[in-house]
């Protein structure tokens, strides 16, 4: 059976020792007739708090296990966005983490790019890397590493205006945060900060998830950054920064 984590109780942030990721898929939650309606009245309520918030599909965490030393397995499930309204539901027992992805963009002095949410997001005003929940393959296709790659490409394109195929995107980190969501990290390949920013600066703004950019080379440049902060990304920039080659 899938580990489930409690939501109650998140574990503190974590990069994980995932060198291999494997996806399976399993029934949704079933959730009681009071559950259902606790979380459509909280939905109702962000919903008229930001009415840009958009019920679509979104893959969700239903646990995970480690098989043999190294190898994660998710199981995940699909859902809609409404379906996090639970974290807020407390009588709600049901597993309310998400899967995303995210990019580690460098720049070619060594540096990591982060961005702040806009306003009009489930997270306004936060820093991350550049990325977001991952989509439900169509009926058919799978959801595997090839898949993550692909959106994370979209996520930093639509996010940045940087392209990068998905093949160019090297597995980096998996994270484990708050109620138990994973995050699965790939590696770009270095840009001049220039160009980075010319590119995003080309994103027409009404169209911008990020709407500030920033460029950070180790935790100590973390505190620079007003406003609240992804929970893993303390532990990923620390990471990068003992990782990066020196010079």
Known sequence: MPETPSPFLPPPAEVLGARRIRLVEVPAARLTAEERRARDRVWAEMVLANPTLFDGPVVACAGTSWPRPGELHVFWTRVTYRHYALRHVTASAAPTASLSVSVLQPTDDGRLLVGRMSPTTAAPGRWQPPGGAVEPPPDGERLDLAALRRNAARELAEETGVTAGPGELAMWAVTRGRYGSVGVLFLAPPQPEAALRERFGALAPPERELVELAFVRSPADL?????????????????????????
């Not at 505190?223 to 920039?237: E, M």
């Open 223 to 247: 505190p620079g950054l007003p406003g609240p902060h992804a929970d893993y990304l303390a532990p990923v920039v620390r990471r990068f920064a003992r990782l990066r080659p020196p010079g």
